[in-house]
DNA sequence: CATGTATGCTCGCTTTTGAACGAAGAGAAA
DNA sequence: TTTCTCTTCGTTCAAAAGCGAGCATACATG
């Protein structure tokens, strides 16, 4: 038995149970209780459960998050440079439209710090979820929730996006092409973005390095509709032409 | 039996008694009165109780805005027990509205495991999140965010309710009396229910043994509309009775 | 080889619990 | 009202259970 299965058997008790105790975990697997108590120490600073003498209990607000989580610590520092450059492009009391990408989810993490009001309109469950608690006005699109995903997609969310107008749209993508455009690696998603963008005043691109010349499945809107474009490195000298030519506002760490 | 969990015990006791006497509670839990004391000592500093001779009584202020997921654990073992009811009245394949709250979130869960396919309409941000990676076909009403609590509810919820026809509605609520009808501590959510229970050709009502008789704030729907009612208890007799009035199946433990 | 991770073990510290006893509250009787 | 009695409370002490830090070992990984 190796030391993620055993958290992963713990989870699962976790998650029928609620709640779980060191002793008979500790029996069960074999192990020391010490073992078990810094399972659940782990789990505990991943933000999964709450630790009691004796035990612990899931936090529910994060009940199935973790595949999500771990994928969103994949090249978290590069989202967290790129996300600290949105708050001065963001008037506090404004109004903006989120996609479901985990790099707009920890710049709306950043703007949560920074602002004291915003609106934001989202078509991600994930968004929702963290700003249940929040001074935010937070509007969901509905719709239909996509497969392995937390994103809602479908024509009910492409109506309920036009019914706002918003300052700006801050989304993010899979891949950039001077050729290809804006990409996506799904239809839905990439559907409802255009809408998003549509809506919005000032259309603020966020897009790691890895995403420059990365080809993906399908398009989304053209160059021309952005506005503002922020990445985590110093983009090559053909690209700033390339945005200076769209006149594409480029922020990247000096 | 530890602690935390005790205490857990006592509370859920609290929510259905709203007070607690010292030498019950001392004996069903084997432990000694001062043990108990200590408890509500504890839980009079966290703000929830006021301890008074002989027992505590449940602070009724913290009781209506429990966080999510405090009230979700609580009474679980009842919302397990009216959950395994759920599954007969429902075919694979059909099509349900389900709201926000803890039971019929709990009923869902039990649904997973014993259907195959099924379509779930909800304004319950836990839903969309749980049902992400399942087979099941999951739709958000989208709307407004209500604030500290997972719901989406308002205008647009209502609207996107409005376009889609269910088998049956699923839901829960605060409180039913036989002359108040079935209650809601908040507007927002009392009114989405009443359009959910307006699009489904099948009501069913959620109700564990503490809302017999509890009295909130705004009414949501008569009891005409309910078909079908889950208890975790076998009500009075004089509620038997008023169900066989109102041509309502109920279904309790036997 | 060095490095990092997982695990077990020990020891001192904290939390929980029960027992004991005096103090305080409730209710009845004067 | 005052007094008396019984119950309930709070405090203190000690024992037991649980915990965290630090160290050592084992094993994989680079």
């Given at each position: 038995m190796l030391a993620f299965e055993r958290r992963e058997k713990i989870l699962s008790t976790l998650y029928s149970d609620k709640k779980v105790f060191v002793a008979p975990l500790a029996s069960t697997f074999n192990v020391t209780e010490e073992t078990i108590r810094r399972d659940l120490e782990k789990l505990e600073r991943e933000g999964v459960v709450t630790r009691n003498y004796g035990g612990a209990t899931l936090n529910?607000?994060?009940?199935?998050?973790l595949p999500y989580q771990t994928r969103n610590t994949i090249n978290l520092e590069e989202k967290r440079i790129i996300a600290q450059f949105l708050p001065p492009l963001i008037k506090d009391g404004s109004s903006i439209m989120a996609d479901t990408s985990s790099t707009v989810y920890e710049a709306l993490q950043v703007l949560q710090q920074s602002k004291d009001h915003l609106t934001i309109i989202t078509n991600s469950v994930s968004i929702l979820q963290d700003f249940a608690f929040s001074s935010f006005d937070v509007f969901s699109t509905g719709g239909s929730l996509r497969k392995n995903s937390r994103s809602l997609v479908g024509p009910s969310a492409i109506r309920s996006v036009q019914q706002y107008n918003v300052d700006a749209a801050v989304v993010s993508c899979k891949g950039i092409s001077m050729t290809q455009g804006i990409m996506d690696t799904n239809e839905p998603e990439a559907d409802l973005k255009q809408y998003m963008q549509n809506q919005a005043r000032r259309v603020i691109l966020l897009v790691d390095?890895?995403?420059?010349?990365a080809v993906s499945l399908v398009k989304t809107f053209p160059?021309?509709?952005?506005d503002c474009l922020l990445t985590n490195k110093k983009p090559a000298e053909e690209w700033l032409d390339f945005f200076g030519q769209h006149e594409i506002d480029v922020i990247f760490p000096s």
């Open positions: 529910e607000r994060t009940s199935e998050d390095h890895t995403k420059f010349g160059f021309e509709q952005v």
